[in-house]
């Protein structure tokens, strides 16, 4: 096997060494830590190195896979220009390297690299539609006929929903990379439900139903809708500003400068020495937010046609979804005339 970089020696030697071996044991580990990767994966020739000795290496230690995730989440997430945003070109190459195998159905490599996706997702403030896509349908396919890239041979029971699969899938439909942040998006939700409906005659870990609930309501009840992330090229224009090094002096000076500049009368006018207008901008902030919080509770229109088609296709309620309505009927506001008569069905009367 040929390592991709072209690194000087020592670490040359000591990766053509480990790769040839076809083992990968916890000194060697600690070797690579300290004296090639001390400073991190810093560039695409490193991230390559690793990827190469992943794919060599049948045999490795245990200690492999936290130090290849963390290293290669370190460089695609933090490493990155902005950091934190997983751009296209780099999404393409982590893309290729995980999925090598089998590129032509896009068959994620095995667990440890499943797991530097989920890592990655979870970490990123922003991941390409495609990477997330590809991360959420393996979750699917592993759930629905067991094994897969999530756990490997390890999985024996398909159809099911294992605690292991709750907290993989929690970290993913919470993931900032994911595009909804602590919110939960319609092809999230929609995930959940198709999990659901697929499983509701398996035995589910009790913790599937308080995760499929409130993700669901959090879709269509979040009070203050998802918090606002600053696009890509908005967080570069940050960085640069923040690295501006202009130093205390000029930045206090510049600040005086201004301050001299404005005249005492429009001071003393603006500084609302008493507060009120301070206290009446609170008020009415307040008075705003709350507004909007009931309005963003309540289910509309657009909600409950969804809710319906999602819940009421078949003539059961399973308990999944009786215990979403009942959450609905006990937290949201108010409720779109038209999911009426599916929260009859499940024994809940409207107020």
Sequence with gaps: MTVSASRPKPAGDLLMSVAEGGTITAAQILKLRWEVFGDGVVDRAEAEALFDLNDACALKNAAWNDFFVDSLTDYFVWRQ???GYLGDEACRFLIDRVTHKDPDRGRIDGPTEMELLVNIVHWAREVPEDLLVMVLSAVKETVLN???PLFGPKRQRSGVIDRADVEIIRRLVYAGGGGGGHTITRREADLLFDLNDATTTGDNADTWQELFVKAIASHVMFPRGAPKIPTAREAQR????????????RLLGDMAGEVLKCNIAKNWTAADIFGTR????????ERGQRSDAERREAIDGAEATWLIERIGGDEILHGNERALLTFI???????????????ERAGLKSA
């Design 81 to 83: 220009k902005p950091r």
């Design 329 to 343: 009927h006990e937290h949201a506001p108010a409720v779109h005339p038209t999911l009426i008569p599916l929260m």
């Design 278 to 285: 301070a206290k009446r901008a609170a008020i009415e902030s």
């Design 146 to 148: 067991g094994g897969g």
């Design 238 to 249: 940050r960085e640069a500003w923040q690295n501006d090094r202009r130093g205390v002096g």
